[in-house]
C-alpha cells in the first residue's frame, strides 16, 4: 500500500513538475544541441556510449544541458551514479560518497560516478577531500558549473578532469524544444510567439520552456499568442525583422562614426533587447575600430577586441558593461579613416599592371643557393643603424612611388606621423605626395 501511494504521489508530482523538468531528455539523441560534444561520431558520445567515461567538467552557461547531460549519463551507465550539490554539500557528505564508492568496489567491482552541481561553488577543503577518490579513480567525477573552471576549480582537481564546454542553444535547438514544450502542453503558438521565446531565452533552453509552459497557462484554453508570452516574460515585444537589422545596425554604426555615444548605447539596447546577436555587434565595434577611428586612437582596435572576447568569455548580460564601454570610447575617440583609404588604394595598387616581382635585395637568402641568385645581396638590417631605419625602397619599380597612406590631423595621428617623418626623411615622402597628387611624374 505505501509503494502504491509513494508511485501516485510521484507521478502527481512529474504532472506538477516545470515544463523544464518534464521533458528533460532520458537518451543522448534526444538531447537538443551541443552536436559538436555529442553528435555521431564525437568522442563525449563515444566515452558515454561505451561507459569507459572518466571524470570531467561540464562547463557552459545556464539551460545548456549540463545537468541534463548527467542524468543521461546515469541511466546509460552500469556504474553506480551518486549526485550532490555543492551549494548544500559539506566534506562529510564527499567523505561518505567516497565510502560508499569504496564498499561496492570492494564488493562488487562496481565503479561509481559522482555528479556535482556548481562545483565552482566547492571551497578548497572541499574539492581537497574529494581529489583523492578522483586522483586514484575510485570514483569518476562530472563536475558542472557556470564559471571558468580555470579560476573556480582547484588546479590539482582540474587537471584529472576532461574540460568540455556547452554552447549557448542556437535558434534552430531553442525552437526545437519549443515544439516538443507545446506538444506536451496540447497547444499550439503563433509563429511571432514562438519568435518571441526564442528571441529572449538567450540561448537558455530552460528558460525558454519555464516561459512556454506559464504562457501556456495564461492562454488556456486558448493558443499561445505574443501577448501571452509578454505576459510571462514581463517584457513587450519589440519588432524586429530583417529590416530592421540593417537599419539599426546602420543607425548604430553612423551614430559612433559620428561621435554620439548616448546614440550609439541607445541602438546597442535597442538590438540587444530585441535579441540581436552580441557577437554580431561585438564584430561590428571591431570593424569600426579600424574603419573609422584607426591610428587617430590605436588603443580603440584594443578596447574593440577586449569587448569582442568578453561577449565570448563574460556573456550576457555581464558583457554589456564591456559592450557599453567599448561604445563609449569609440564614439568619444577621435575619428580618421586614413586606414580606409589606404586600404583602397593598396588593393588597387597590387591588382594593377605591372609584374610586381619582389626586388633581389628583398627575397628569401636563407638558403645555400639563394646567394648565388642574387638573393638578399645588398640588404641592410634596420637594427644595426642607429636611427633603427634605412633609406631602401621595399616594392617593385611600378608601384615604387604610389603613397598610399595619408595621416588625418586628429587624435594621435598627426604626432605620430611627425615622429615617423623626422625619423625617416620626410621631406623625400613629402615631395613624392606632392608630385602624386599634382600629376608630376
Known amino acids: 500500500m505505501t509503494d502504491l501511494f509513494a508511485a501516485a504521489a510521484e507521478e502527481a508530482q512529474s504532472k506538477r513538475a516545470p515544463l523544464a523538468d518534464r521533458l528533460r531528455p532520458i537518451r543522448l539523441d534526444d538531447i537538443v544541441g551541443q552536436d559538436h560534444l555529442l553528435g555521431k561520431g564525437r568522442p563525449l558520445r563515444g566515452l558515454i556510449e561505451s561507459d569507459t567515461l572518466g571524470s570531467i567538467i561540464l562547463w557552459g552557461p545556464p539551460g545548456t544541458g549540463k545537468t541534463t547531460l548527467a542524468k543521461v549519463i546515469a541511466r546509460t551507465t552500469s556504474r553506480s551514479f551518486e549526485s550532490l550539490s555543492a551549494v548544500s554539500a559539506s566534506v562529510k557528505d564527499v567523505r561518505e560518497v567516497l565510502g560508499r564508492a569504496q564498499d561496492r568496489l570492494g ?204 561577449v565570448e568569455f563574460v556573456g550576457l548580460p555581464e558583457a554589456e558593461f564591456n559592450l557599453t564601454q567599448a561604445v563609449v570610447h569609440l564614439a568619444t575617440a577621435p575619428k580618421s579613416n586614413s586606414l580606409t583609404t589606404a586600404r583602397a588604394l593598396a588593393k588597387a595598387a597590387a591588382r594593377s599592371a605591372g609584374t610586381g616581382e619582389v626586388p633581389m635585395h628583398l627575397r628569401d637568402a636563407h638558403y645555400k643557393a639563394a646567394s648565388d641568385l642574387g638573393h638578399g645581396v645588398g640588404y641592410r638590417l634596420p637594427h644595426k643603424d642607429p636611427m633603427g631605419w634605412i633609406d631602401t625602397e621595399h616594392r617593385p619599380p611600378e608601384v615604387a612611388d604610389q603613397i598610399y597612406y595619408t595621416p588625418c590631423e586628429h587624435g594621435a595621428e598627426p604626432a605620430r606621423w611627425q615622429r615617423w617623418s623626422a625619423e625617416r626623411s620626410g621631406k623625400q615622402r613629402s615631395e613624392k605626395r606632392s608630385d602624386q597628387e599634382t600629376g608630376n611624374e
Not at 579560476?151 to 549557448?168: D, K, Q, Y
Not at 570593424?287 to 584594443?302: C, N, R
Open 107 to 310: 564488493q562488487h567491482g562496481q565503479g561509481t560516478i559522482l555528479f556535482l552541481d556548481e562545483v565552482h561553488r566547492f571551497n578548497k577543503s572541499q574539492q581537497d577531500a574529494l581529489l583523492p577518490g578522483v586522483e586514484s579513480g575510485l570514483i569518476s567525477l562530472i563536475g558542472a558549473t557556470t564559471e571558468n573552471p580555470s579560476f573556480e576549480v582547484n588546479a590539482a582537481l582540474r587537471s584529472r578532469s576532461t574540460l568540455f564546454r556547452l554552447n549557448m542553444l542556437d535558434e534552430a535547438s531553442l525552437k526545437a524544444l519549443v515544439a516538443r514544450g507545446l506538444e506536451a502542453e496540447g497547444t499550439t503558438a503563433s509563429d511571432e510567439a514562438i519568435q518571441l521565446l526564442v528571441d529572449r531565452s538567450a540561448g537558455d533552453g530552460r528558460q525558454a520552456l519555464t516561459a512556454l509552459g506559464v504562457a501556456a497557462a495564461i492562454a488556456k484554453p486558448d493558443d499561445i499568442a505574443t501577448e501571452h508570452v509578454e505576459a510571462a516574460l514581463g517584457t513587450k515585444a519589440i519588432r524586429y525583422g530583417v529590416d530592421d537589422h540593417y537599419d539599426v545596425i546602420s543607425a548604430f554604426i553612423k551614430s559612433i562614426r559620428g561621435s554620439d555615444p548616448d546614440a550609439g548605447l541607445y541602438w546597442l539596447y535597442r538590438m540587444l533587447d530585441a535579441g540581436e546577436s552580441a557577437r554580431f555587434i561585438a564584430r561590428r565595434l571591431v570593424i569600426l575600430a579600424s574603419e573609422d577611428v584607426g591610428m587617430a586612437d590605436p588603443m580603440s582596435l584594443v578596447i574593440a577586441n577586449a569587448a569582442a572576447a568578453a
